[in-house]
């Protein structure tokens, strides 16, 4: 009987990811869909207004220490190699920022309309508009670390009212 149920929930299984896979499938069209070249233009300066850290460069870089700390675990001794070599590969990344922030930007054109995007353009070019992108990346970390904090706090303690209950009911962990 165990196996039949285990056999259900792999069938179960596979059909959800049929079915999903589907869904993709026929969603996929509407993130190619067109978009107004001037809506893609006002949704592209937002992302250049509110692009204060620098994700591309910072990705490019982070993927560099990645690499050079996969190949230096394996082989310590090309440490001054690799690191050159890493220098020049991301030079070759260094004009392609405009491909990632096109994306973007038609993300946001295809989910905020003109209007919505004159007026998130119109905040972001005002002072205060500029002082929250301004501190956006700062605040990110500071929620982030506030949220590490909370989710740890919360495992234990989720953790601690599980384990009474189960005492509760004679069981033992």
Do not use: H, W
């Amino acid at each position: 009987m165990a196996l039949n149920g285990t056999v259900m929930r792999g069938a179960k299984a596979l059909l959800c990811a049929v079915m999903a896979a589907g869904v993709f499938t026929f969603a996929a069209p509407a993130y190619a869909q067109e978009v107004a070249p001037e809506q893609l233009a006002l949704a592209r300066k937002y992302v250049d207004l509110t692009d204060n850290g620098a994700i591309f460069e910072t990705t490019v870089v982070e993927t560099g220490v990645a690499t050079l700390q996969q190949i230096t675990s394996l082989n310590p001794e090309l440490g001054e190699q690799t690191t050159a070599v890493i220098d020049e590969v991301i030079k070759e990344y260094s004009g392609r920022k405009g491909e990632l922030l096109d994306q973007f930007a038609r993300l946001y054109a295809m989910r905020f309309n003109m209007e919505e995007l004159n007026q998130i353009v119109a905040f972001y070019e005002s002072p205060t508009g500029q002082k929250l992108a301004n501190a956006n990346n700062e605040l990110n970390q500071d929620l982030s670390r506030v949220l590490q904090v909370y989710t740890n706090n919360l495992r234990s303690e989720f953790f601690a009212k599980v384990r009474a209950g189960l005492r509760a009911q004679g069981v033992e962990l």
